[in-house]
């Protein structure tokens, strides 16, 4: 087959024989039942799937200090310029995330807006909803996602006690003839990973039959199914959390992929279990992919699809790391950050200074979760002071310290709630705590003995309050934040506790207040957790 841009030039002796091949030859092919080689690769489409999870308002590059081959990983900007890398040297880009684009200081100074303004800068095509988007409350979020031209899915998502869903379930996206349907769909799980005060406006139902629903409904349509899920076991709050020894699985996503029968593709958030190849489920023959999420890699699919068959003949999936030094900021992205970062000068203000750096640990005693525990500790004058894993979000850098590093490092609204709770149901909470389901509790004010090798409820050797052995007929006071004290990230048992303070100090502002205290941050005393060897 002559490319377009050719000419033959053939004498006229010849024309007429070749005038009578070309008719028989066409002839011949009109006849056969199987198409060429030529014909069949026709109907093939490359189609490029970029993605992105749990980016957390993770703006600027972090030290890569787990990695060898690298000083910073991550930046949005330096993201962005990776994503338009790959616009202009890969065919027909697409560009999704699976959820959980809130957090952090400018997120929640802006109640969320400059995250979905980056996002329009660089130019994404769907989002799933993730449970940090509830940050601010289920109705602020109802107002934010509308700020968007493109579409924040969720399937599953309802106002309690009603079948009015909170937002766009599925959405068709056609480029260059390729049509896409896009559906979203939050965890159940997932939607306990957060204040269920703000969440308490809806129900999150059923993934599969809203899955199920939605992709029947779309199959005759498309060209291709994409999910984006937001679901599973809750990250590691690890900022090397590539580790192994926290790293979680992607099995919720596999589960689903093998209950709904129809799905291409599925991307999924919310555990940052990054997948350094593609899943294929055995059964549907699902693609399955998750990055590390903070913005550290760009996720990365290529299918080849035969469009008139609706099949997928072949792929290649990767993430991507962006390498901070080698990638220039994205203009626009950068400017649009400056420009946001320039109306809050106050979070530049040097409040403390640390003797060195205070890292976060999800499945053990870490130095920045004592020094949190202990604050609230000795800014109630409670006898044990206790935070989630989770709430920690960044780690402190050493040397000076700016109110931006500390919101960083917790960026929530939670204010501390006071309570006294009895030794047994404490017993249990530390219980819930060894199961790893949401890292460790920090504590201050305990001595916890503990064996993971044995089983769950039965992990807890000994505890000491202060010097004193726990007595489980005994009460305790114990400051904490409002996510533990309502229950969230599963510790239901302090809901049996007796609220004495719930409108405590917004425990930022503690954080801070604290700080400024202190000529220096030393690093806490260890030895409170403490696993058997």
Request: charged content about 25%.
């Amino acid at each position: 087959m002559m490319k377009s841009n050719q000419r033959m030039f053939i004498t006229s002796d010849y024309r007429i024989l070749v005038l009578i091949l070309s008719s028989v030859i066409l002839g011949l092919l009109m006849g056969c039942t199987a198409p060429s080689a030529a014909e069949a690769l026709q109907d093939v489409t490359t189609v490029t799937l970029l993605f992105t999870n749990d980016i957390e308002s993770a703006y600027d590059p972090t030290p890569a200090y787990w990695r060898d081959d690298m000083k910073h990983i991550g930046g949005v900007a330096q993201l962005a310029t990776l994503i338009d890398t790959m616009r202009q040297h890969e065919p027909n880009v697409f560009l999704f995330d699976a959820g959980d684009i809130f957090t952090g200081t400018l997120s929640k100074l802006t109640q969320g807006e400059l995250p979905f303004e980056l996002m329009i800068t660089m130019q994404y095509d769907a989002m799933a909803i993730g449970n940090h988007e509830f940050e601010y409350g289920w109705e602020n979020f109802a107002r934010q996602k509308h700020r968007v031209p493109f579409p924040v899915l969720s399937a599953n998502m309802f106002y309690k006690e009603t079948d009015i869903l909170y937002a766009q379930p599925y959405t068709i996206i056609e480029r260059s003839g390729i049509r896409i349907g896009v559906i979203g769909i939050m965890g159940q799980d997932a939607a306990t990973a957060l204040i269920p005060a703000h969440i308490a406006g809806l129900e999150v139902r059923d993934p599969v039959a809203a899955a199920n629903k939605y992709v029947r409904l779309l199959r005759p349509d498309v060209d291709l199914i994409v999910l984006l899920t937001h679901q599973g076991k809750t990250a590691p709050m690890q900022t090397d959390d590539e580790n192994p020894d926290v790293k979680r699985d992607i099995n919720a996503d596999i589960d689903l992929a093998g209950a709904v029968p129809g799905i291409d593709v599925l991307f999924g958030g919310h555990a940052d279990a990054g997948t350094e190849k593609p899943v294929v489920h055995p059964d549907s023959g699902t693609v399955i992919m998750q990055t590390y999420g903070q913005a550290f890699y760009l996720g990365f699919l290529q299918l080849k699809v035969d469009l008139e068959k609706n099949e997928i003949l072949d792929f290649e999936g990767r993430l991507i790391p962006v390498d901070s030094e080698k990638l220039v900021p994205h203009s626009m992205v950068a400017k649009k950050l400056s420009d946001y970062r320039a109306r809050f000068p106050d979070i530049y203000k040097v409040v403390g200074q640390t003797a060195e750096r205070l890292n976060r640990r999800y499945n053990a005693e870490s130095d920045i979760g004592n020094l949190f525990a202990d604050i609230l500790r000795h800014g109630t004058n409670a006898q044990i002071g206790l935070i989630n894993s989770g709430a920690i979000r960044r780690d402190l850098p050493r040397g000076k310290l700016t109110r931006r590093d500390l919101l960083d490092a917790f960026p929530f609204t939670d204010r501390v709630v006071t309570l006294d709770i009895k030794g047994v149901d404490l017993l249990a909470a530390l219980e819930q705590s060894l199961t790893l389901e949401r890292g460790m509790l920090q504590v201050s004010g305990l001595t916890i003995n503990y064996d993971l090798k044995q089983s769950r409820g039965s992990r807890v050797l000994s505890v000491l309050v202060g010097d004193e052995p726990l007595i489980e007929s005994s009460y305790y006071r114990v400051a904490t934040i409002e996510i533990v004290a309502q229950g969230g990230d599963l510790y239901k048992q302090f809901l049996k506790g007796t609220i004495i303070n719930k409108k405590g100090p917004v425990f930022s502002e503690l954080i801070e207040k604290y700080t400024a205290s202190k000529s220096m941050i030393t690093t806490p005393q260890r030895g409170r957790l403490l696993p058997k060897m």
